[in-house]
């Protein structure tokens, strides 16, 4: 090499450093790719392609500056093929990154289309040349600068002369393309790209830098071609400068592997993942280490068994360092996923009483876990969409403070998601009340949710692990506070229907103690007395008969009913039109039936648990019309309209005139009353959906919904 031991050492550690970061990152590229696209498996292999470069490099610095043979001069030949290739393929790569090949009229193809296949002829040309005309010196041949046995233009070796200006060219055609890019294919991708430009065009800037001096190398060694010994007597310049281009090719490598794993500009992966990041800093770390001990090995000489030992020690603690990284991020993750496996009481609020103030899931603890501490987030809403809906309540929100009000509809938002795969959408921060990404959320019966997230607190990109533990922390905390719900809900019915049996039990027991019985001892005596007298009536004791007999009756009609509607006969819009005649008909002036004839022949296969369910919440839903519905001292025609149809499930909408329901005239009624909280969760455990909408003073609407799966 130079002789110089500390710039030989240093020389051999950033060609060895630049070697192993360009495999790891070509290797990365390759085997991470989401589709094996052409732009991806060109950037793994012209990553790949720079690696052998700097093999051949390192080979030639073992061999020294000064050393020839037929070793030194094929590691040579060898390494000019990826210095030729490798400036096209950066030009072809930005473009590819820039959209050049998405938008056939884009103004991007316009302004680079000749100059793409200027650059490629160039390549073409200077890879033949390569392969058939012998245009370079051999390495003995330079450090002589004898260049009269190449191909030349007055003097000049035809490589030499187009490579320079070729090289420039393709960087600063990169930077143009990296300045006013297309526009991009992927989700997220504009975003993503925006934040990797300014690493690509330093990239750019910093090969810019090198493709600079390489042209001032091959200009100097022309200069000097006639004089050989030039070269022997400045090596240790030649050193220098050497160490110069390779340190700022290495800080290039640096500045594209962040652009690839920060935002993965040629994985295709919609998002980036973290552990990506944390895989290229132990790289950096393995790539310096070895680079710098091997390289010390090279340049002192030791004896072959310790430059072996010092390889084993390397890997071996830096596997060691591997293995408690791993274990400290173990339990990282642990002490983040600890609020979410935490117990959350939700067996003792079951057998909270009613009235206690302590009757609420609270799930607003484990969702600020997930947001603050996990993903990082300034602002996020957690909407439960769906069957569910009615259940979970209002939206949590973080931070607490913030509202979840006026939001556009959500269902359009997520329409387009079909499949359960963690995405996240992009959506405008300034209608969705601070958030910029909307995650849908998914269980076996379709969307259950969405998850609104905010911009990080670090101004970052959310990671695909990220992504992938809001989604499914989101669904878990949908579904245990609507199971939790449902549980509670039918424990506190079950209390009614204890405290009602029990209620009722007593008063019949007091009814027909205290009341009936008596009543008919002494009708007994009554007909005994009377019958003994000759001309006796036994008007009176029918009478009382007759009194005892309304007492019972009463008693039976306020008992609960245990008689099913006969659903399986009428079928479930026949028992609903019985229904309304018979019970409820004179409670409108008019009752309008619009019934869709797909609606009417799919309620037929309806389970009769499944009809049942939707038969007593409709009952319930015609019943507080009835009640609640005509305004107190003022008299106006009332009519019920009922609506059955057919759109991807069975929709039954139950809609009165009357008063609205929030009016204030019908406190009972003002949230849609205890019973229709309760059929809307019997809707829940059935798969369907029961909501409420109203208008105070013009309308009360509500509607059932059955999925087509049930």
């Known amino acids: 090499m130079t002789n110089i031991l500390w710039l030989d050492w240093a020389l051999m550690t950033v060609s060895l450093a630049n070697t192993i970061l360009l495999i790891w990152l070509g290797l990365t590229v390759l085997l991470n790719a989401e589709r094996r696209t052409w732009g991806a498996l060109l950037a793994g292999s012209g990553l790949l392609l720079g690696a052998i470069f700097f093999i051949s490099h390192s080979a030639i610095l073992g061999f020294g500056f000064t050393l020839t043979s037929s070793s030194v001069n094929l590691w040579w030949n060898v390494g000019w093929v990826p210095v030729v290739a490798l400036p096209l393929v950066w030009y072809v790569l930005m473009l590819w990154y820039s959209g050049y090949w998405d938008n056939r009229q884009g103004a991007l193809r316009k302004r680079q289309r000749i100059w793409f296949w200027v650059t ?11 392969a058939t005309a012998n245009p370079l010196p051999s390495y003995e041949q330079v450090t002589r600068l004898s260049l009269s046995s190449t191909p030349s233009i007055a003097g000049i ?10 090289i420039v060219l393709c960087i600063l055609l990169s930077l143009d393309a990296l300045r006013r890019p297309g526009p991009s294919q992927r989700v997220m991708g504009e975003l993503a790209r925006q934040r990797a430009r300014p690493w690509l065009a330093a990239t750019a800037l910093v090969l810019l830098s090198v493709s600079l001096l390489v042209a001032w190398a091959m200009f100097w060694i022309i200069s000097n071609a006639d004089n050989p010994r030039v070269f022997f007597q400045q090596a240790h310049i030649l050193g220098w400068f050497d160490l110069a281009i390779a340190s ?4 290039a490598i640096l500045l594209v592997g962040q652009a690839v794993v920060s935002y993965e500009i040629f994985t295709g992966k919609a998002l980036p993942r973290r552990g990506l990041v944390r895989q290229w800093q132990r790289a950096i770390m393995l790539a310096v280490g070895i680079g710098a001990l091997v390289s010390l090995s090279i340049t002192i000489p030791f004896s072959p068994i310790y430059s072996l ?4 020690v390397i890997m071996t603690v830096f596997y060691g360092l591997l293995s408690w990284r791993s274990y400290t991020e173990r339990e990282r993750y642990i002490d ?11 067996f003792d609020q079951l057998f909270t009483p009613a009235d206690s103030s302590n009757t609420t899931i609270n799930m607003q603890g484990p969702f600020n876990a997930l947001c603050g501490e996990v993903l990082g987030t300034r602002r996020a809403y957690l909407i439960a969409l769906g069957p569910l809906a009615p259940l979970v309540g209002p ?19 997520i329409k387009d998601s079909h499949t359960p795969q963690p995405e996240a959408i992009p959506i405008d921060s300034g209608l969705y009340a601070g958030a910029a990404w909307a995650v849908p959320l998914w269980s076996e019966r379709g969307q259950i949710g969405v998850l609104l997230l905010g911009n990080k607190r670090d101004g970052g990109l959310y990671t695909q692990e990220e992504i992938e533990i809001a989604q499914t922390s989101g669904e878990r905390l949908i579904d245990t506070k609507a199971s939790a719900e449902i549980a509670q809900r039918l424990m506190t019915l079950q209390r009614q229907r204890l405290a009602e049996s029990q209620l009722l039990d007593q008063r019949a027991r007091r009814v027909l103690h205290d009341e009936v019985l008596p009543q008919l001892h002494t009708a007994m005596l009554k007909m005994v007395s009377e019958k003994s007298k000759p001309n006796g009536s036994s008007s009176e004791a029918i009478e009382m008969l007759a009194r005892a007999h309304g007492q019972i009756s009463d008693l039976l009609r306020e008992m609960p009913t245990t008689s099913l509607p006969e659903i399986s006969k009428l079928g479930l819009i026949g028992a609903m039109r019985r229904l309304v005649e018979e019970e409820y008909g004179q409670a409108f002036e008019e009752v309008r039936w619009h019934i869709d004839p797909q609606a009417e022949r799919q309620a037929q296969d309806v389970s009769p648990l499944t009809a049942e369910v ?8 015609i019943r507080n019309a009835s009640r609640h519905a005509r305004s107190e001292g003022r008299q106006h025609p009332l009519h019920l309209d009922i609506h059955i149809d057919w759109e991807q499930g069975l929709q039954v909408e139950i809609a009165d005139d009357g008063v609205g329901v929030g009016n204030g005239e019908n406190e009972e009624n003002s949230q849609g009353g205890h019973g229709l909280a309760l059929h809307s969760t019997m809707m829940a455990v059935v798969g369907g959906e029961l909501a409420i909408e109203s208008q105070p003073g013009e309308y009360t609407r509500v509607s059932l919904k059955l999925p087509h799966s049930y």
């Open 157 to 166: 070796p035809i490589l030499i002369l187009i490579y320079p200006f070729y």
């Open 336 to 346: 983040n996923l600890r609020p979410f496996v935490a117990s959350q009481g939700l």
């Open 395 to 413: 939206p949590l929100c973080f931070p607490a403070s913030a509202k979840a009000e006026n939001l556009p509809a959500i269902h359009e938002l």
């Open 248 to 251: 700022l090719i290495g800080v």
């Open 120 to 130: 490629f002829g160039a390549a073409a040309f200077l890879l033949i040349l390569l």
């Open 309 to 312: 030992l010092m390889v084993t």
């Open 614 to 621: 939707l038969y007593y919440a409709s009952r319930e839903a």
